[in-house]
């Protein structure tokens, strides 16, 4: 049985918009196993990143738990609270935001050092020197400036940086997606051979799907701040079952696309409602070509429909 690292329970974050709440995240639930890797999917704005934030305390949950070893986030003691913030580090979308452009290359990836570790100054020096040719840079790079480096580079500053705390979890935050095609295969080919080398555990959030399916272990589809399918990577890609999942999967370009595809091919209608104004129901049944009356007056819940296989869908259940 896998160990689970990460447990949320019907965890919920609303921020205020004027009168109204925007449900950002809207009663997730879902459990991250030590060394996997785990895949959050979906249109851009549906909560995936809001969810990464949250479980790792950037965000306070409005409502809900997240337990990290068993143990309650909200209820660390200090010492612990040190402990699992120097364990779980992010990646950020954007390499060169995520960098101070006022620090070198070294006192980026030294400051988390000063604080959690009482190395001496060569001991940091070193340390950083090693973590640049780690992520497959060398020791000169160490005195430049953010300006001075490529996308590519910068992003590799980044995951450097989050390797000087040694964590054992690290949240990808669309990891390649700034980047030139080029050097996009060599990020997601670092980031395996790190999770393989140092028994990592990564969530993972980006709209590649073909990506998606490469390196992750599980994935779980989100829309409008609700989780509505996750299962194995092979089991999904192979039978979705929600008919969000169906349509966002059919989305995904083909190398020789034929005319059988484009008929099989699952188009929504419509638009993606107001987070601010969610109809009752399922979220998903404004743009739904199988919603019944019962999908608009009541929530499916997230049941195993297979093994392994959790699906939010009341036609599904039927």
């Known amino acids: 049985m896998a160990e689970v690292l990460f447990q949320a329970e019907s965890l919920k974050r609303y921020f205020k918009s004027g009168k109204t709440s925007v449900k950002a995240l809207d009663g997730v639930s879902f459990q991250i196993y030590r060394g996997e890797t785990l895949s959050l999917v979906g249109e851009s704005g549906c909560g995936k990143t809001t969810c990464a934030r949250t479980i790792l305390g950037i965000y306070e949950p409005t409502d809900g738990s997240v337990l990290w070893d068993g143990k309650e986030v909200s209820a660390l003691s200090r010492k612990e609270r040190t402990a699992f913030r120097r364990e779980n580090q992010m990646i950020f979308q954007d390499p060169y935001a995520c960098l101070d452009p006022r ?3 070294a006192m980026s990836i030294e400051e988390g050092m000063r604080r959690h570790f009482s190395y001496s100054m060569a001991e940091r020096r070193s340390k ?6 780690t992520v497959g840079l060398t020791a000169e790079f160490a005195s430049r400036f953010p300006h001075e480096l490529s996308g590519g580079q910068r992003q590799r500053v980044g995951i450097a940086r989050a390797l ?5 979890f690290l949240a990808c935050d669309e990891p390649i997606a700034a980047l030139d095609v080029s050097i996009q295969a060599q990020i997601i080919n670092l980031l395996m051979r790190l999770q393989k080398e140092r028994g990592l555990t990564y969530l993972m959030i980006s709209h590649d799907l073909t990506m998606v399916r490469h390196i ?3 994935v779980a589809v989100m829309y409008l701040g609700s989780i509505v399918e996750i299962a194995d990577t092979e089991a999904l890609y192979e039978k979705p079952l929600h008919p969000y999942t169906q349509a966002l999967f059919s989305a995904i370009p083909k190398a020789e696309p034929d005319s059988d595809w484009l008929k099989e091919r699952l ?11 969610v109809p009752p129901g399922c979220n998903f049944a404004p743009r739904c070509p199988y919603a019944s009356e019962r999908c608009r007056q009541a929530a499916p819940p997230l049941t195993e429909q297979e093994q392994g296989h959790f699906v939010a ?3 599904t259940q039927a």
Request: glycine share 6%; aromatic share 4%.
């Open 313 to 315: 869908c009341w036609e």
């Open 164 to 168: 000087a705390l040694e964590p054992r």
């Open 216 to 218: 992750s272990d599980r």
């Open 103 to 105: 620090m070198t290359v």
């Open 267 to 277: 188009q929504l209608t419509g638009e993606i409602p107001d987070p601010g104004h």
């Open 128 to 133: 950083t020197e090693e973590l640049l040719e």
